[in-house]
C-alpha cells in the first residue's frame, strides 16, 4: 500500500489557505497511515499561484483545474473555489476516480448537489463536505452527549450567525454579493453551517421552512469605481419544522453590527440543554435537569480536557485551540476514512440533504410562504 | 385638588402580589402630588381576600369586580385578572370614570382591546397597559439611546422570551393552557412584552408576520386527578418584517430548558447595536461603530448611575434593583400622568396595537402563512 | 405578648434610608408574630429629619441619640451612624436594654466592638451587626452548599471588594477620608464585609495576616472650597491565613476604575467551587469534580427558585431581587430571633471578631510585617 | 547571506512539543529572510527522540546537550529542558556562539539568570526568554493602549494564575514538585508568566513584596509505587509595590479546583482599566472614561481584527486562534529580530529582572517578611 496520498487544492483565497494551513500540520498530529502531498494548486488568475506556493510549499501549479483534475499524480481534489464551480469540479474530480473534500455550500442547487452525489458513488471515491465545525471538540462532545440521551428529546434548535462586515455601505462589490455566482448570499455562506449543524444534532431531517430575505444596501462601489446592484440577500430568517417535532429557527445576517463571526446555536431538550457560540469554540454550555434542584444552572465546560474529543492531539487543559483546528480535524478524519476504506462524514449525502433546505429557504422567502423540503 | 387617590385592585394572584408591592412602595419614592390609597381588592374567591389585605394592607374587599367598579371611593382601578376579563372589567370602569391599569396582554383579541381603547377615550380616563418591561432602567436607557441616534438605523430587532416550567410533563393544567380562558399560552403572555419593547425601541409598527406554534405536551394531569387537554400553544416563534424595513424575530416558549425567565433581545443598527437580558436587567449591551477600530467591542452599561433613569430613586451606582421595581416606576409614571393630566404611557392605544401584532401571529400559525397585520 | 415592637433609628443618610426601606417592606414579606412600628427617626442635624419622616414614615424625631435611647416606646435602636459612633450609641442603648442592631464595621477597633459585646450581653438584649451580604440569596445558598460538604476542604478563600468614586481627583473629602472619623477607608468599609463573609463561609477564624495600604489621591478639595488632607486608605490589599490552613486573599480598593459596587468572593475546595459578585447578586457559581469527567465546568445557578433561600418570600424563577432586599432578610430574621429569644447572627461576637481582623490588618500595613490576629 | 537558520532544540517534552508546532509554521506565516531549519533535537532519554523526531521532522538527534551545543550546524539553542538546566545549556550556548530561546523560569535564581545574560551578551548573541503571554495578540494590543495612554497612571495590577490538576491527592510525584530541580512548584512556573507580563504592562519594576506559600498535598505517590515528600509549593500569593506606587498582587495556585489553566490580569488605571484572562485569549475587556457617563461599561474587543497586532498573519475577524500561535509569534519576531541584527525582547535581562522579584517572593515566603527587590 502507497503511504502517501497527493492533494490537488482548487482555489487559493481565504479557504485555500485554511485548507492549505490544515494539509500542512495534520500529518504531525494525526497517526496517518499515508501521509498527503501538497502536490498542486491552481487558480485561474495565474499570479496568485507562486505565493501561495511559496507559502505553503505547493510543488506544483495549474491555471485550469481541468488540467488539475486529469493529473495521474493527485489522489485527492481539495475543492476552495467560489460556489458556482463547485459542481463541475467535483463531477469530473469523481469521473478520474479522485476523492473529493469540497467547500460548503456543495453547490448552488439541490439539482448540481444531487449530480455530484450521484457521481462520487457511482466512482467509488470518499467524498466529505467542509462543513467544519462539525469537527470543534465543543460540537463534537455536543453529539456525544445527545448520543448518550443527555438532553432528551429536543424541543428547539435555535441558529444565529451573525456578522457584520456588509455594514459599511461603502464595502465593495464582491462575487458573494451576485447570486448568480454565489447562489445566495448570507443564507448559503452562514445557513449551510447552521443548517448541517441542526441535522447533525437534531438527528433529524428539517420537513418544512418559512423564510425572509432583505438586501439592506441595494447599490455598493465596485472596485472598477462604479456602482453595482445587490442580487445576493445580506440576510435570511428562517422558520423550521423538524419530522420529530422540533421547532427550529435559523437566522443568518452580515448586518448585526458588532458580530464578527458569531454562530450561535441553543438546544432546549427534555433532559437538558446545549448551547455553543463559535467566538468562544473551546467552550460548550450545559444545563441538566438531573442536577440537584437546588444546584441547577448553565455550565461552561471548557473544551479542552483530554476526555474531549480531537484533545488528546493538542495541549493540556486550559489551553485553547483555534479555529483552524477544524479543517486539521476534518482532514485528518477524511485521510483516516480513505485509509481504511471507510464512507467519510459529512459526505455529498448530507450535502445534498442540506442544500434541500438551503433551496426550500430560499423559495420561501421569494414566495412569500411555508415550503416543503422536498426529497 | 385631592391629595389620595383610591385604588382598587382586582386579582389576588401572581401580578395582584406584584402590583400591591409597588401600591405600597411607590410613594416612598417617588414625589408625588397625591398619595396612593389602597383601598379595596377584589377576588371572586372569597377565602383569597384575606391573607392578600392582610399582607399588603388593602383596606377593603370585594367578591364582584361590578361591586368593586362601581364604588365611589374608588378613582383608579388595577386589573390584574386573568386575560379574558380585562374587557369587560376595562369597559365598565371606564364608563364608571374610573383611571384604569390593565395588565398584558391587553385583551383576548384587538376587537376587545380597540372597545377598551374607545370606552377609556369616550369617558376621558387615563389607561396604561402594564407593559412593565418598558421601565426597566436599561430599557429606557436603551430608548433614549436610540432616540439620541446612537445605533442609527435599525437592521434587526431580534427577540426570544424563554421559560421552562411546563417542561416537566406533570404540570398541572392552568387557566394559562386553556385557550379559551388565555387566548394563547406562551405567546400572549411572552410576545406581548417583546412586540410591545419592538414598537417602543424600533420606534415604527410590524407589517407582516409568519408564525409557527407548537404544543409539545398535548395532556397533562388536572389538579381534580383526572387529564386535560392542553390547547394553548407551548411555544410561538414568528418571523416580522417593520413597515421601516427591520428585519424582526420573535420566539417565545415554555420550553427552553434552563431558561427561567429569559426575554432577550438585540437591535443591530447602522452605527451599533444594543443587547439586553431580563435575568440581568441592571445591565445593558452596547456596541458602538464609533469607537477607535482597534478598541470596539460589546460594553456592558451597569445601569446603576444617577445619569441613568429612574436611579435616581434608588441606590449608589453598583447596588443593582430587582424585577419589583418596575413596577414601581411604572405606577409611579402612572400617577404623576395622573396628576399632570396627561396621557400615560403605554396606553390603551399602545395595547390595541400589540394585539393586532399577537393576533396576526395567531392567525399566521393557525394558518400557516404569512398574515399582514390589519390597521 | 406584645404584637409591636418599636424601633428608632439613629443617621438618615444612605444605610438610614436602606435600613428605613426594609423596615417598610419587612411585615408585608415575613410572617411575623411583632410588627415593627417606625417609630423614631434620630439625626443630628434638624433639618435632614422632615423629609427623611415624610418619605419613610417615621411617626416621631429626635436630633439627639441619647434621647432617642432613653425613651419608653423604643424597644429596638437601629444604628446606621458613622463609624466612630457606633460604640457610645450602642452600649447606651444596651444599658437601656434596648436590641440593637448596628452597621458595619461594628466600631472603630475591636476594644470599642468589645465593649458593646459585653454591654449586649449583659443586658440580654438581642445584637446584630448589619453585615447584610450574609443574607444575599446566593450567599446563604453557598453557606448551605458548604456545610452539607460540597466543595470539601476549603484550600483559597480570595475576595476582591472593588469600586471607584474615588477616582476623580476632584471628588471632595466626605467624612470617610477622615481616618480619625472612619476608623479607616477603604479597608473598614469595604473589607469588613469580605472579612465577614470569610468566617461564616469558610467556617473558621483568621490567623494572621500581612497587608499593605496606599492613598493615591493625598489632598482633596474640600467642600468649603479649600484643600483637605485624606487620612484614610484609598486602598488595602491583605494575604491572610485561616486557622484551618485556608490560604486567603483580601483586597479592597475605591480606585478599580469601572467597577461599581463589586465585590466578588471566591472559594476553591477540595471537592467543588465557588464564586459570587455582588453585581450579580441573583447567580451563585458552582464547579463540581462529582460531574462527568467529560461535563465539568463552573455552572451559573440562577438563585430565584423556591428551593433556595429567601426565594419563597419573593417572586417565580428568573424575576430577580435588588440590592436592598438583604435588608429585609436581614431585619425579618433579626426580628424573629427576637420573638423567638433566640440570638441572632451575626451578632457582635461576629462583629468583633471581624474586627480583631480588620485591625490586624491595619497594623500589618502600618508595620509592614505580618501580623498575628489577637482573641 | 544565508537564507537558513539551523535549530537545535533541548527537551522533547510539553515545551518541546509546544515549540516544534511553532518552529514548523512560523516560516508559512511570517516573511522571514531566514527560513529556520529543524537541524537536530536533543533529549536525555534515548527513545523519546525517534517518535519526536518522526512527528515534527527534526532532521538528526543528540543524547547530549554538551554535543548539541557544540555542532557547527546549529545556529541557534532552543532550551525546553526543565528549569536546573536553563543555566549550563545556555551559557554553553552562547559561549558557542549560538542565538539562544530559553524557557522560563530563565532559572533556578536570578544569579543564574545574571550568569546567562552576561553570557549571552559577551558572546554578542540574541537570546530571549520564552514569554510567549506576551505575544498573544490581545496582551501586545494591551501594551499599546497602554503606551497610548488609554488608561492612564496605573493604580493596580492584579494578577492570578490558577490551576487545578494538584487536586487530586494521587496525582503522582513529578519533577515540578521537588524544588530542588524545579527551584519552586507554582509560584516559579506560574508566577514567572505575570510577573513577566506586570513588569511588561505596567512598564516599571517591582520594589518589593510580601509572599505566603503552601503546600496542602504534603505527600504523594511515586510512580515507582511509593511515597514521595512534595517540597516545592502549591500555591504562591504576593503583595507588590511597584516603584510608580502601583499596588499589585500575584496569586499562583495548583488548588483553584475547576480552573485549568485560568491566568487572568487587571489593570486599573487613572483614564481606564484591561483585563485579560488566558482562558479567553482572543478578548481583552477595556473601560474607558471617556465614554459617555451613561454609556460606560467594560468592553469586550475580540482580537481579530486585521488592526490588531498579529491578526493579519491568520484569519478573518471573529475566526479565533489558540493558545500554541504565541510561540509561532515568539519565533517568528525573534527570528526576524536575529536577521535584523537587533535585541530581541523579552531577552535575558528581562529574564534576569523577572527572577529577581521571584527570588524575593520566595524569601519573603520563607522569612514571612517583606521582602525588597534587590538590584
Known amino acids: 500500500m502507497r503511504n502517501t496520498i497527493n492533494v490537488?487544492?482548487?482555489?487559493t483565497q481565504f479557504m485555500g489557505r485554511a485548507h492549505s494551513n490544515a494539509w500542512l500540520d495534520v500529518g504531525h498530529y494525526f497517526d496517518l497511515p499515508a501521509q498527503p502531498v501538497m502536490r498542486v494548486a491552481c487558480d485561474n488568475v495565474a499570479e496568485n499561484l507562486p505565493p501561495f506556493q511559496k507559502r505553503f510549499g505547493w510543488q506544483d501549479a495549474e491555471t485550469s483545474w481541468e488540467r488539475l483534475v486529469a493529473r495521474d499524480d493527485v489522489d485527492l481534489v481539495d475543492i476552495c473555489t467560489s460556489n458556482a464551480t463547485h459542481m463541475p469540479i467535483a463531477v469530473a474530480a469523481a469521473k478520474a476516480g479522485k476523492h473529493i473534500l469540497c467547500e460548503k455550500p456543495i453547490a448552488l442547487n439541490a439539482d448540481e448537489a444531487r449530480r455530484m452525489l450521484e457521481a462520487a458513488r457511482?466512482?467509488?471515491?470518499r467524498h466529505m463536505v467542509a462543513f467544519n465545525y462539525r469537527r470543534v471538540p465543543a460540537i463534537a462532545l455536543a453529539k456525544k452527549m445527545i448520543a448518550e440521551g443527555k438532553i432528551g428529546r429536543v424541543f428547539h434548535f435555535n441558529a444565529v450567525y451573525y456578522q457584520d462586515w456588509l455594514v459599511d455601505p461603502n464595502f465593495p462589490i464582491v462575487w458573494r454579493?451576485?447570486?448568480k455566482v454565489a447562489g445566495s448570499?448570507?443564507?448559503?455562506?452562514m445557513n449551510a453551517h447552521t443548517v448541517d449543524l441542526a441535522r447533525y444534532l437534531v438527528?433529524?431531517?428539517?420537513?418544512?421552512?418559512c423564510a425572509a430575505e432583505e438586501i439592506f444596501v441595494k447599490e455598493r462601489p465596485t472596485t472598477g469605481g462604479g456602482r453595482g446592484a445587490v442580487t445576493a440577500d445580506d440576510a435570511l430568517y428562517s422558520l423550521a419544522r423538524f419530522r420529530n417535532g422540533t421547532l427550529g429557527s435559523f437566522m443568518a445576517t452580515r448586518f448585526a453590527t458588532g458580530r464578527k463571526n458569531y454562530l450561535r446555536i441553543e438546544l432546549f431538550g427534555s433532559e437538558g440543554s446545549l448551547i455553543f457560540n463559535l467566538e468562544r469554540l473551546n467552550e460548550l454550555e450545559y444545563y441538566t435537569r438531573s442536577d440537584d434542584r437546588a444546584a441547577q444552572g448553565f455550565r461552561t465546560?471548557?473544551?479542552t480536557e483530554s476526555v474531549h474529543p480531537y484533545i488528546n492531539l493538542w495541549w493540556p487543559p486550559g489551553h485553547i485551540i483555534g479555529w483552524e483546528h477544524t479543517?486539521?480535524?476534518?482532514?485528518?478524519d477524511l485521510l483516516l476514512a480513505i485509509a481504511k476504506q471507510e464512507d467519510a462524514a459529512p459526505d455529498f449525502y448530507d450535502g445534498w440533504r442540506c442544500q434541500l433546505v438551503l433551496d426550500a429557504m430560499t423559495r420561501s422567502a421569494r414566495e412569500r410562504r411555508w415550503v416543503e423540503v422536498a426529497d
Chains 1, 2, 3, 4 share one sequence.
Open 8 to 11: 490537488g487544492i482548487v482555489g
Open 122 to 125: 457511482e466512482a467509488g471515491v
Open 177 to 179: 454579493h451576485d447570486a
Open 185 to 189: 448570499g448570507a443564507h448559503g455562506d
Open 203 to 209: 438527528g433529524d431531517e428539517i420537513e418544512a421552512v
Open 301 to 303: 465546560i471548557v473544551v
Open 327 to 332: 479543517f486539521i480535524h476534518e482532514i485528518g
